[in-house]
């Protein structure tokens, strides 16, 4: 009778736990990022191990915009799990927000490999690109945001990134595409618009 009632405890703690952890991810679903960061720290507290209480607290914590505690929890969870491509991911979107372009093309490229169907990949593509063009490696910028915008086919911000990475390698005509592309789909984009202009101008001389 003791054994049954002690198995019976630890189911309730079993679900109890699994509970908990849903609950965090439910409230990062939900947009309140604070409540599933304090959720986290907590099953943490008691189980450090614990990869899905890093990965969804590092998702809180690039929500939350607070990129050095998601770097720093994020470098714990690689080192749990080496090659888990969510951890890879939120570090590489860390140091991208930290402004470390090289550490962070090292984990998007790695993301890239481990997950090339991964929910992220159209991200990971998009922020390759624009650690190119901070760079000035414009060439690998339009190839990194051509294969995002192959992703993302309606994201008009894209295009327009896409565009300003042909204009600054002299792909003019190129760039002249991209931007129209951009405006088919947002007429009133004001960076397109300008880009637009820019382009045409260089054509006509």
């Known amino acids: 009778m003791k054994r049954c009632l002690f198995c019976g ?4 703690l079993a679900g109890a736990l ?7 991810l ?5 947009g309140r990022y604070e409540e599933a960061v304090r ?3 907590q099953e943490l507290s008691a189980s450090p191990d614990n ?3 890093h990965v969804v607290l590092c998702w809180s914590l690039l929500a939350l915009r607070r990129y050095e505690e998601c770097r720093s929890y994020g470098l714990a969870g690689r080192a749990i799990s080496r090659y888990d491509p969510r951890i890879i991911e939120v570090l590489g979107e860390a140091y991208y927000f930290q402004g470390r372009n090289n550490e962070a093309l090292q984990y998007f490229q790695e993301y890239i490999n481990l997950a090339p169907q991964g929910s992220r990949i159209d991200m990971v593509y998009y922020y390759t690109g624009e650690v190119f063009i901070r760079l000035g490696q414009y060439r690998r910028a339009d190839i990194a945001l051509s294969t995002a915008v192959y992703y993302m086919p309606r994201n008009a911000e894209w295009w327009t990134r ?14 002249l595409n991209a931007y129209e592309k951009a405006l088919s ?4 984009l004001t960076d397109a618009l300008r880009g637009q202009a820019r382009v045409r101008a260089v054509l006509a001389n």
């Open 9 to 12: 405890l630890l189911v309730l």
């Open 185 to 188: 789909i947002n007429a009133n």
């Open 26 to 30: 439910a409230e990062y679903r939900a």
């Open 51 to 53: 990869l899905e209480s």
């Open 39 to 41: 959720i986290c720290r």
């Open 162 to 175: 896409l565009a300003y990475a042909r204009e600054n390698a002299g792909e003019i005509r190129e760039a």
């Open 18 to 24: 699994h509970a908990q952890r849903a609950d965090a």
